[in-house]
Protein backbone atom coordinates (compact mmCIF):
# COMPACT_ATOMS: atom_id res chain seq x y z
CA UNK A 1 0.00 0.00 0.00
CA UNK A 2 1.40 3.40 -0.90
CA UNK A 3 2.72 6.01 1.97
CA UNK A 4 0.12 8.44 1.27
CA UNK A 5 -2.93 6.15 1.10
CA UNK A 6 -1.68 4.91 4.48
CA UNK A 7 -1.30 8.16 5.76
CA UNK A 8 -4.47 9.38 4.69
CA UNK A 9 -6.59 5.60 6.11
CA UNK A 10 -4.31 6.66 9.49
CA UNK A 11 -5.86 10.60 9.52
CA UNK A 12 -9.19 9.32 9.18
CA UNK A 13 -9.13 6.78 11.48
CA UNK A 14 -7.79 9.05 14.20
CA UNK A 15 -10.36 11.85 13.46
CA UNK A 16 -13.48 9.01 13.45
CA UNK A 17 -11.66 8.39 17.26
CA UNK A 18 -11.65 12.22 18.30
CA UNK A 19 -14.81 13.26 16.54
CA UNK A 20 -17.41 12.82 19.07
CA UNK A 21 -14.80 14.45 21.50
CA UNK A 22 -14.66 16.93 19.35
CA UNK A 23 -18.14 17.53 19.70
CA UNK A 24 -18.59 17.35 23.15
CA UNK A 25 -15.48 19.50 24.85
CA UNK A 26 -16.93 23.20 23.47
CA UNK A 27 -20.13 22.53 25.58
CA UNK A 28 -18.72 22.41 28.44
CA UNK A 29 -18.26 26.22 28.10
CA UNK A 30 -22.27 26.97 27.11
CA UNK A 31 -24.19 29.31 28.73
CA UNK A 32 -26.95 27.33 27.89
CA UNK A 33 -28.59 24.70 29.88
CA UNK A 34 -29.14 22.12 27.11
CA UNK A 35 -26.34 20.08 25.23
CA UNK A 36 -26.99 21.81 22.20
CA UNK A 37 -25.75 23.50 19.28
CA UNK A 38 -25.04 26.63 18.42
CA UNK A 39 -23.86 28.19 21.53
CA UNK A 40 -25.04 31.21 22.75
CA UNK A 41 -22.42 32.27 24.51
CA UNK A 42 -19.41 31.08 26.11
CA UNK A 43 -19.11 30.77 30.06
CA UNK A 44 -17.07 28.92 32.93
CA UNK A 45 -20.47 28.80 35.28
CA UNK A 46 -20.77 24.80 34.75
CA UNK A 47 -16.84 23.98 35.98
CA UNK A 48 -17.91 26.64 38.52
CA UNK A 49 -20.78 24.30 39.71
CA UNK A 50 -18.43 21.13 39.75
CA UNK A 51 -16.65 22.57 42.70
CA UNK A 52 -19.49 24.70 43.95
CA UNK A 53 -22.38 22.07 44.20
CA UNK A 54 -22.31 19.73 47.06
CA UNK A 55 -22.75 16.40 45.20
CA UNK A 56 -20.24 17.14 42.68
CA UNK A 57 -17.37 18.40 45.55
CA UNK A 58 -18.21 15.26 46.90
CA UNK A 59 -17.89 13.10 44.11
CA UNK A 60 -14.33 14.29 43.39
CA UNK A 61 -13.27 13.86 46.57
CA UNK A 62 -14.96 10.38 47.08
CA UNK A 63 -12.39 10.11 43.50
CA UNK A 64 -9.63 11.33 45.05
CA UNK A 65 -9.87 8.94 47.84
CA UNK A 66 -10.62 6.34 46.32
CA UNK A 67 -8.33 6.49 43.08
CA UNK A 68 -5.24 7.31 45.74
CA UNK A 69 -6.00 4.27 48.03
CA UNK A 70 -6.76 2.11 45.26
CA UNK A 71 -3.38 3.22 42.97
CA UNK A 72 -1.57 2.62 46.33
CA UNK A 73 -2.96 -1.40 47.26
CA UNK A 74 -3.16 -1.95 43.49
CA UNK A 75 0.89 -0.87 42.82
CA UNK A 76 2.05 -2.50 45.93
CA UNK A 77 0.77 -5.97 45.12
CA UNK A 78 1.55 -5.28 41.37
CA UNK A 79 4.82 -4.91 41.95
CA UNK A 80 5.58 -7.82 44.69
CA UNK A 81 3.34 -10.10 41.95
CA UNK A 82 5.84 -8.69 39.09
CA UNK A 83 8.68 -9.61 41.31
CA UNK A 84 7.37 -13.43 42.00
CA UNK A 85 6.61 -14.11 38.58
CA UNK A 86 9.84 -13.10 37.25
CA UNK A 87 11.35 -16.06 38.64
CA UNK A 88 11.41 -17.98 36.21
CA UNK A 89 11.83 -21.67 38.78
CA UNK A 90 8.10 -20.65 40.00
CA UNK A 91 5.82 -23.98 39.01
CA UNK A 92 2.70 -22.85 37.07
CA UNK A 93 3.97 -19.44 36.41
CA UNK A 94 1.94 -18.56 33.44
CA UNK A 95 -0.95 -20.03 34.74
CA UNK A 96 -0.21 -17.17 37.82
CA UNK A 97 0.36 -14.27 35.16
CA UNK A 98 -2.73 -15.32 33.71
CA UNK A 99 -4.95 -15.18 36.73
CA UNK A 100 -3.17 -11.57 37.65
CA UNK A 101 -4.32 -10.40 34.17
CA UNK A 102 -8.32 -12.02 34.51
CA UNK A 103 -9.64 -8.75 36.06
CA UNK A 104 -8.79 -7.04 32.28
CA UNK A 105 -10.63 -9.61 30.42
CA UNK A 106 -13.61 -10.70 33.31
CA UNK A 107 -16.70 -8.55 32.55
CA UNK A 108 -17.23 -6.09 34.85
CA UNK A 109 -20.66 -6.95 36.11
CA UNK A 110 -19.36 -10.44 37.01
CA UNK A 111 -16.93 -9.02 39.13
CA UNK A 112 -19.21 -6.42 40.65
CA UNK A 113 -22.00 -9.48 41.60
CA UNK A 114 -19.17 -11.50 42.90
CA UNK A 115 -17.56 -8.80 45.12
CA UNK A 116 -20.79 -7.85 46.19
CA UNK A 117 -21.53 -11.03 47.92
CA UNK A 118 -18.12 -11.48 48.97
CA UNK A 119 -18.03 -7.76 50.38
CA UNK A 120 -21.44 -8.28 52.27
CA UNK A 121 -20.19 -11.58 53.66
CA UNK A 122 -16.72 -9.44 55.26
CA UNK A 123 -18.49 -6.75 56.27
CA UNK A 124 -17.08 -4.09 54.24
CA UNK A 125 -20.17 -3.80 52.05
CA UNK A 126 -21.11 -0.08 50.84
CA UNK A 127 -17.37 1.54 52.68
CA UNK A 128 -14.62 3.14 51.05
CA UNK A 129 -12.45 0.01 52.05
CA UNK A 130 -14.62 -2.02 49.88
CA UNK A 131 -14.66 0.26 46.62
CA UNK A 132 -11.06 0.86 46.98
CA UNK A 133 -10.05 -2.86 46.80
CA UNK A 134 -12.72 -3.86 44.08
CA UNK A 135 -11.12 -0.87 42.17
CA UNK A 136 -7.33 -2.44 42.92
CA UNK A 137 -8.65 -5.72 41.97
CA UNK A 138 -8.91 -4.15 38.53
CA UNK A 139 -6.37 -1.94 38.54
CA UNK A 140 -3.57 -4.35 39.33
CA UNK A 141 -3.13 -5.88 35.84
CA UNK A 142 -1.98 -2.66 34.57
CA UNK A 143 0.26 -2.49 37.23
CA UNK A 144 1.54 -6.05 36.30
CA UNK A 145 2.21 -5.45 32.89
CA UNK A 146 3.78 -2.16 33.25
CA UNK A 147 6.45 -3.33 36.38
CA UNK A 148 6.76 -6.60 34.22
CA UNK A 149 8.23 -4.74 31.54
CA UNK A 150 10.16 -2.85 33.40
CA UNK A 151 11.91 -6.06 34.92
CA UNK A 152 12.40 -7.30 31.81
CA UNK A 153 14.89 -4.99 30.90
CA UNK A 154 16.65 -5.00 33.75
CA UNK A 155 20.37 -7.01 33.26
CA UNK A 156 20.25 -9.86 35.99
CA UNK A 157 24.48 -9.67 35.88
CA UNK A 158 23.98 -6.25 37.99
CA UNK A 159 21.75 -7.58 40.87
CA UNK A 160 23.90 -10.44 40.92
CA UNK A 161 27.15 -8.20 41.37
CA UNK A 162 25.30 -6.80 44.28
CA UNK A 163 24.90 -9.94 46.20
CA UNK A 164 28.17 -10.89 45.32
CA UNK A 165 29.14 -7.79 47.31
CA UNK A 166 27.43 -8.74 49.84
CA UNK A 167 24.20 -7.18 49.99
CA UNK A 168 20.82 -8.59 51.04
CA UNK A 169 18.17 -9.47 49.20
CA UNK A 170 16.25 -6.35 50.60
CA UNK A 171 18.82 -3.98 50.14
CA UNK A 172 19.70 -5.73 46.42
CA UNK A 173 15.75 -4.65 45.91
CA UNK A 174 15.96 -1.61 47.49
CA UNK A 175 19.59 -0.03 45.89
CA UNK A 176 19.33 -1.63 42.59
CA UNK A 177 15.96 -3.34 40.99
CA UNK A 178 13.55 -1.04 42.30
CA UNK A 179 15.38 2.13 40.92
CA UNK A 180 15.98 0.89 37.95
CA UNK A 181 11.96 -0.62 37.57
CA UNK A 182 10.85 2.85 38.94
CA UNK A 183 9.80 4.05 35.16
CA UNK A 184 7.49 0.85 35.09
CA UNK A 185 6.30 0.94 38.85
CA UNK A 186 5.08 4.86 37.90
CA UNK A 187 3.69 4.05 34.69
CA UNK A 188 1.78 1.19 36.68
CA UNK A 189 0.52 3.27 39.05
CA UNK A 190 -0.68 6.74 37.19
CA UNK A 191 -2.57 3.75 35.29
CA UNK A 192 -3.96 2.19 38.18
CA UNK A 193 -4.78 5.94 39.33
CA UNK A 194 -6.45 6.51 35.69
CA UNK A 195 -8.79 2.58 35.66
CA UNK A 196 -9.85 3.94 39.13
CA UNK A 197 -11.31 7.31 38.36
CA UNK A 198 -13.07 5.84 34.69
CA UNK A 199 -14.72 2.88 36.27
CA UNK A 200 -18.29 2.91 37.03
CA UNK A 201 -19.84 -0.69 37.12
CA UNK A 202 -18.27 -1.62 39.87
CA UNK A 203 -19.02 1.00 41.40
CA UNK A 204 -22.81 0.78 41.43
CA UNK A 205 -22.17 -2.44 43.17
CA UNK A 206 -19.77 -2.27 45.91
CA UNK A 207 -20.52 1.65 46.82
CA UNK A 208 -22.75 2.89 48.77
CA UNK A 209 -24.29 6.24 49.11
CA UNK A 210 -21.06 8.21 50.76
CA UNK A 211 -18.92 6.75 48.26
CA UNK A 212 -20.38 8.31 44.77
CA UNK A 213 -17.55 8.77 42.55
CA UNK A 214 -17.23 11.64 39.89
CA UNK A 215 -17.70 8.84 37.35
CA UNK A 216 -20.83 7.60 38.99
CA UNK A 217 -21.87 11.20 39.68
CA UNK A 218 -22.05 11.67 35.74
CA UNK A 219 -23.34 8.52 35.33
CA UNK A 220 -26.25 9.04 37.56
CA UNK A 221 -26.65 12.82 35.86
CA UNK A 222 -27.11 11.58 32.83
CA UNK A 223 -30.10 9.00 33.87
CA UNK A 224 -31.61 11.78 35.80
CA UNK A 225 -31.11 15.03 34.08
CA UNK A 226 -28.56 16.05 31.46
CA UNK A 227 -26.72 18.84 32.16
CA UNK A 228 -23.30 20.70 30.75
CA UNK A 229 -22.20 20.39 33.68
CA UNK A 230 -21.76 16.62 32.47
CA UNK A 231 -19.76 18.10 29.62
CA UNK A 232 -17.44 20.06 32.02
CA UNK A 233 -16.94 17.00 34.01
CA UNK A 234 -16.00 14.94 30.47
CA UNK A 235 -14.02 17.49 29.99
CA UNK A 236 -12.27 17.24 32.97
CA UNK A 237 -11.60 13.60 32.29
CA UNK A 238 -10.14 14.00 28.89
CA UNK A 239 -7.46 16.89 29.97
CA UNK A 240 -6.51 14.51 32.77
CA UNK A 241 -5.98 11.58 29.83
CA UNK A 242 -4.05 13.31 27.83
CA UNK A 243 -1.97 14.75 30.88
CA UNK A 244 -1.20 10.50 31.65
CA UNK A 245 -0.49 10.08 28.33
CA UNK A 246 1.66 12.45 28.35
CA UNK A 247 2.81 11.45 31.77
CA UNK A 248 3.83 8.14 30.44
CA UNK A 249 5.18 9.32 27.50
CA UNK A 250 8.00 11.12 29.30
CA UNK A 251 8.70 8.00 31.55
CA UNK A 252 9.72 6.09 28.65
CA UNK A 253 11.86 8.32 27.24
CA UNK A 254 13.24 8.86 30.22
CA UNK A 255 13.58 5.15 30.98
CA UNK A 256 15.95 4.49 28.69
CA UNK A 257 17.97 7.74 28.93
CA UNK A 258 18.58 6.21 33.01
CA UNK A 259 19.53 3.08 32.27
CA UNK A 260 22.13 4.55 30.57
Do not use: C
Amino acid sequence: MPAPIRLLFAVAVVVFLIAPLIAILPLAFTSSVFLSYPIPAFTTRWFDELVTAAAWQRSIVNSLIIGGGATLLATVLGTAASLGLRNRHLPLAGVARTLFLLPMVVPAVVLGVGMQVLFVRLGIASSYIGVIIAHAVVAMPFVVVSVTGALSGIDRRVERAAQSLGATPLTVFRRVTLPLALPGVLSGAVLAFATSLDEVVLTLFVAGPNQRTLARQMFSTIRENISPAIAAAAFLFIVGTVAVALILFLMKRRGPAAAR
